[in-house]
């Protein structure tokens, strides 16, 4: 069985910029790169996870997205592909769920399709939603202060004694 890291996009490697669909405006995070390369050398296999309700919104199309995704992976600059599994959950909030975070539905997939150890996966974000998809797939969670709401105001990061980072960065050096 192998390990994993399930990411969140926006608020955790790259700059929140809320709806973005123009590639020209990703810009990583402090953290991410080196945080990804090392997680990578210790084995754990990536997986982005984003909510992209901008979508479901009719703000922006499927294909901006893939090419927001697409330009992210230019700036990492890992060997491609970066992420051995990629949802993107068009969804809004008021529309039915099929993939949308808190739901643990694609960590769950990933889980079984990928021979995952659930004791050594992790959901890493800087939303309620990311900690929630963790918590309810039974996984490792952990929130990073990169995004636009301090986690520690979260009341499920006190509830189940998440621990916070700085950025990606700080969390990767954590893992084993």
Same mark, same amino acid.
């Given at each position: 069985?192998?390990?994993?890291l399930?990411l969140d996009r926006?608020?955790?490697l790259?700059v &929140?910029?809320?709806?973005?669909?123009?590639? %020209?405006?990703?810009?990583?995070l402090?953290g991410?790169?080196?945080?990804l390369?090392?997680?990578?050398?210790?084995?754990?296999?990536?997986f982005?996870?984003?909510?992209?309700?901008?979508?479901?919104r009719?703000? /922006?199309?499927?294909e901006?997205?893939?090419?927001?995704?697409?330009?992210?992976e230019?700036?990492?600059g890992?060997?491609?592909?970066?992420? %051995?599994g990629?949802?993107?959950?068009?969804e809004?909030?008021d529309?039915?769920v099929?993939?949308?975070?808190?739901?643990?539905?694609?960590?769950?997939?990933?889980?079984d399709? /990928?021979?995952?150890?659930?004791a050594h996966?992790?959901?890493?974000?800087?939303?309620?939603? &990311?900690?929630g998809?963790?918590?309810? %797939?039974k996984?490792?969670?952990?929130a990073?202060?990169?995004?636009?709401?301090?986690p520690q105001?979260l009341?499920?990061? /006190?509830?189940h004694?998440?621990?916070?980072?700085e950025?990606?960065g700080?969390? %990767?050096?954590?893992?084993s």
């Open positions: 069985m192998f390990k994993a399930f926006d608020g955790t790259i &929140d910029r809320v709806y973005l669909a123009d590639p %020209a405006g990703v810009e990583l402090p991410a790169v080196d945080g390369t090392l997680a990578r050398t210790r084995g754990y296999q990536l982005l996870f984003t909510n992209q309700s901008g979508i479901g009719g703000l /922006h199309t499927l901006d997205t893939l090419r927001v995704n697409a330009r992210m230019e700036l990492i890992l060997p491609r592909p970066v992420f %051995a990629t949802c993107i959950a068009p809004s909030p529309q039915p099929g993939y949308r975070k808190p739901s643990p539905r694609f960590i769950l997939e990933m889980i399709e /990928h021979f995952l150890d659930p996966c992790w959901m890493v974000g800087d939303s309620a939603a &990311d900690i998809a963790g918590l309810a %797939a996984i490792k969670v952990a990073l202060r990169t995004g636009k709401v301090d105001s009341p499920e990061v /006190h509830a004694k998440i621990p916070v980072f950025n990606f700080d969390f %990767a050096a954590t893992l």
